[in-house]
């Protein structure tokens, strides 16, 4: 299952501060500010995909994520190479490397990781 765009970011949010409270939440968002009402059904839609899950302090909830950071984009990203790089890692790279406008340096960096992760296998 996957999430909408702002749904991400409320996600992005809760990743960073690992749980919160609606006022948290609506404190780290950037202004202008979306309603409460509006966080409030992100919340209720993430916690249905079983993303997000809280418990109930007094009559406040504190929302934690329940998918890591780290396992959702490695989702997401292989889901991106299937789908639009007809499941080629090398195809994806390709394209990475040639329509990113990285620099000599930054393409340098990412040879040493591949090398990296070759002497490691």
């Known amino acids: 299952m996957q999430l909408s765009k702002t749904e991400e970011e409320l996600m992005n949010i809760l990743w960073k ?3 919160a409270f ?26 249905d995909k079983g993303f997000v899950a809280y418990k ?3 009559r406040s909830r504190e929302y934690y994520p329940l998918v890591k950071k780290k396992d959702y984009f490695t989702k997401h990203v292989n889901g ?24 000599r340096e930054e393409l340098e960096d990412l040879r040493k990781l591949i090398d990296n992760e ?4």
């Open 17 to 19: 501060q690992k749980k």
């Open 22 to 47: 609606m006022k948290d939440l609506l404190d780290a968002y950037p202004e202008p500010k979306p309603a409460t009402t509006t966080v409030a059904t992100l919340l209720k839609r993430m916690t």
């Open 56 to 58: 109930i302090l007094g």
């Open 80 to 103: 991106l190479i299937k789908n639009f790089f007809n499941d080629s890692p090398g195809q994806f790279a390709s394209f990475f490397t040639k329509e990113t406008d990285l620099s």
């Open 118 to 121: 070759i002497k490691k296998r």
